[in-house]
């Protein structure tokens, strides 16, 4: 976004004073007078990126202006609408007060542009990413369509792809609805995402099985590094397992329980199969030779 600054006078302490077009100014504020922004989608911050930051910072200063919007009538303090990064480290830097562009910005601006600063310099996780565009919809009345033209769209001329300003990729509904579908992961899976641990693809994938058979394949395909296909060879065995048992919610909730307990300490779908008379059996998954070994090694036999 271009705020098209024209300087307009210099005070005796050298901070600048600036007429903005659209009721925006900029001058330069106290570092202590600014709070966090509410729309802030990026849930962490990488402390020696913060540092390298803030060591730029001490060696040539904020180059880009923060973002903020005045809380209070008169206002009294200050809320971030972009810049957070540059906020924290030019605090690491020691520095006292920070060049801030000053928007009366309504919350549906503030939103607009602090997910869209953040999406747009793919800063963000997946998660963090489809949150955003979730709350977008909810919040703002956005359908996918809007979100994909907003952050798929290419760069003005002059702008750099890549850029704050600029995508280096496009992006269509479907990439927005499989973002929003990474939402119904099971909160394990969805940290495992937001490390990048598990690709987006690990992700759709892993869509098709739930519960404990999820995270038990999640961590599977971390732990041997499986390909997207191979997931997804492996969640369609468990989805065809789980098909062919009935689901967990059509059973006793004391056997599906006891099969959760059991998949969680042996990292495989274990199914516990009990007909009326109440005999039954107890199947356990196994994907490879190599993962059999470590099961009967895990139970005390050793293979010859």
């Known amino acids: 976004m271009r705020w098209d600054i024209v300087a307009r006078a210099t005070n005796r302490e050298g901070e600048m004073e600036s007429a903005l077009k659209d009721d925006k100014r ?5 570092i202590d007078l600014i709070d966090p922004g509410r729309y802030q989608p990026r849930q962490r911050f990488n402390r020696q990126a913060l540092e390298d930051l803030a060591e730029s910072v001490r060696t040539l200063g904020i180059i880009e202006p923060v973002v903020v919007r005045p809380v209070g009538e008169p206002p009294t303090r200050y809320e971030l609408i972009a810049g957070e990064r540059r906020w924290r480290a030019a605090q690491l830097a ?34 963090e990413e489809a949150e955003a565009f979730r709350r977008l919809i909810d919040e703002f009345g956005y359908t996918q369509e809007r979100i994909a033209r907003l952050y798929g ?11 704050a300003r600029g995508s280096s990729k496009k992006c269509t509904r479907d990439d927005v609805a499989l973002r929003l579908r990474l939402l119904k ?20 994938a892993l869509l098709m099985v739930q519960g404990a058979a999820q995270r038990e394949l ?8 499986l390909s997207v296909r191979a997931l997804e060879a492996a969640c369609r065995s468990a989805q065809d397992y789980r098909q062919a048992t009935g689901t967990e919610s059509a059973r006793d909730p004391d056997i599906a329980a006891l099969e959760q307990g059991l998949s969680e300490l042996f990292g495989t779908r ?18 490879d030779l190599d993962q059999l070994q470590g099961l009967l090694e895990q139970w005390g036999y050793r293979c010859r």
Request: with cysteine; net charge negative.
């Open 26 to 30: 900029l001058c330069q504020l106290p």
């Open 94 to 127: 020691g520095l006292r007060d920070v060049p801030a562009v000053i928007w009366r910005a309504s919350d549906r601006q503030a939103a607009e542009m602090a997910l869209t600063e953040n999406i747009q310099r793919e800063d963000l996780d997946p998660i």
């Open 153 to 163: 769209a290419e760069p003005n001329d002059g702008e750099e792809k890549g850029s």
């Open 185 to 204: 992961l099971d909160p394990a899976v969805q940290e495992l995402i937001r490390e990048r641990s598990l690709s987006v693809g690990a992700g759709k």
């Open 218 to 225: 999640a961590r599977r395909a971390v732990r041997e590094k």
């Open 270 to 287: 274990v199914g516990i199969q009990v007909n009326r008379e109440g005999r039954g059996k107890v199947v356990i998954d196994y994907y």
